[in-house]
Each structure stands twice: as C-alpha cells, then as structure tokens.
C-alpha cells in the first residue's frame, strides 16, 4: 500500500513539474509556439533553447537509468522494445506535427491549458479525446 501511495506521488509531482516547465518555458502559449514554428517568418527561437535544455537533460537522465538494474520505485524500466519505423508511426507523426503546427498545442501544454481553465484548452482537449477515439475504430476497421 505504502509502495503504491509513493509511486502516485512520485508521478503526480513529476507531472506538476512538468506542467510548471510548460508554463515557464511558454510552450502552453500557442501564440509562442507558432512564432517558433514560423521560420520563414518572424521567428522566435527562444523555445530552441528549451528543446535543447530538455535533450540534455533527457540524455543525462536515460544514460543514467540505463545503468541501473531497476528504477527506484519498480522492481524493472519498461524500455520500448518496437524499434521499426511503421507506416501509423508515420502517419501518427504526421497527424502530430500538422497539428502543432496548425494551432500551437500538443497534448501537454493542452491538457496544462484545460487544466487552467482556458477555452482553447479545452476545445483541443475534447477534440484529442475524439481523435483517440477516431484512431481506435479506423485502426480496428484496418486490422
């Protein structure tokens, strides 16, 4: 019970964590985002300087797990075993990045906006939901 309550923190303050990282790094601001994406533009290149603050510290991070024999709260890492780059990651992908780039929000900085109450936020939210959705039936009619 004790294990279970600590992981549940663990992740809740790592995911307050990173959504105070959004905020701070202006990634929950759209209009920010696109200034970034709009290279041909007026382009902003401050967020590049969060994307490669974030590289470092995500290679530090996983050069160091994956040394150790167990994470610190679970008995093993769950590494992804798929290393083939497939026809739905690419289109996955595609979908993702057309997305951003559209309107400035991913399912992070959305789901810190929705969080916060704002509109747009919780448009993109309810529209994510509806594309999972979407996703699951397409891929079953597939399969």
């Not at 663990?10 to 200034?35: D, E, H, Q, R």
């Amino acid at each position: 019970m004790r294990k279970n309550w600590f992981i549940s923190a663990s992740a809740f303050i790592c995911g307050l964590l990173f959504g105070l990282g959004l905020l701070m790094a202006g990634m929950a601001n759209p209009a920010k985002v696109l200034g970034f994406l709009d290279i041909a533009g007026l382009w902003d290149p401050s967020l590049a300087l969060v994307m490669v603050g974030g590289i470092v510290v995500t290679f530090i991070a996983f050069t160091i797990s994956k040394k150790m024999p167990q994470s610190l709260l679970q008995t093993k890492f769950n590494w992804p075993d798929a290393t083939a780059i497939t026809r739905p990651l690419l289109i996955g992908s595609t979908l993702f990045g057309l997305g951003w780039g559209l309107v400035g929000l991913c399912p992070g900085p959305a789901l810190v906006l929705a969080g916060s109450g704002a509109i747009e936020g919780l448009i993109f939210v309810v529209f994510m939901l509806i594309g999972f959705r979407l996703a699951d039936v397409v891929q079953a009619r597939l399969s």
